[in-house]
């Protein structure tokens, strides 16, 4: 797809109804805070604004707080969940998107309060119930966190 059929194809900006129409996840397990654009089948770029309220940051550490690792790849996998979701007309459909693997994360820059995330995640693969992405959590020009995962698209437990 061409630069130019994929902008006219954007959605976004999305805001916070929207993602929790995407996703399951609540407070405090909600990492996406909104969407700036969304090509779909394509990619997506979301933000998570990084806040001092945030309670692992009360361990994480004190006196130096860090936003660990695994919660910004956490932040990617969800943005990931978004443009699963939104590509595959699922949203509000209580589908899951369930972690399969996660390969060559990097960590690059610290994490700290006051800074807005952004999460870059593209589809590297996608099939009808698993999906492989590429993201990165970029802090302005800087890559804070790189990986690559893929998730499974299911149904959720039954009660």
């Known amino acids: 797809m061409s630069d130019d059929a994929a902008a006219a194809t ?3 900006p999305l805001d916070i109804k929207r993602v929790m129409a995407a996703l399951p996840h609540r407070y405090p397990m909600l990492l996406v805070d909104r969407v700036e654009a969304l090509i779909p089948d394509r990619s ?5 604004a990084v806040s001092m309220n945030e309670e692992f940051f009360q361990g994480h550490f004190p006196g130096r ?6 919660l910004q790849v956490e932040a990617l996998a969800q943005a990931a969940g978004v443009l699963a979701v939104e590509s595959l007309g699922l949203a509000g459909s209580g589908k899951l998107v369930y972690f399969m693997s996660i390969d060559g994360v990097k960590f690059r820059k610290p994490v700290e309060p006051g800074v807005l995330l952004r999460l870059e995640v593209e589809f590297v693969q996608k099939r009808s119930r698993v999906c492989k992405f590429a993201g990165k959590a970029m802090l302005g020009d800087d890559v804070a966190t790189e990986c690559e995962f893929t998730a499974m698209i299911a149904d959720p437990p039954s009660d």
Not at 44 to 48: L, M, R
Not at 65 to 70: A, C, E, S
């Open 10 to 12: 954007s959605i976004g």
């Open 44 to 48: 997506i770029t979301a933000i998570k």
């Open 65 to 70: 707080p860090i936003m660990p690792g695994v």
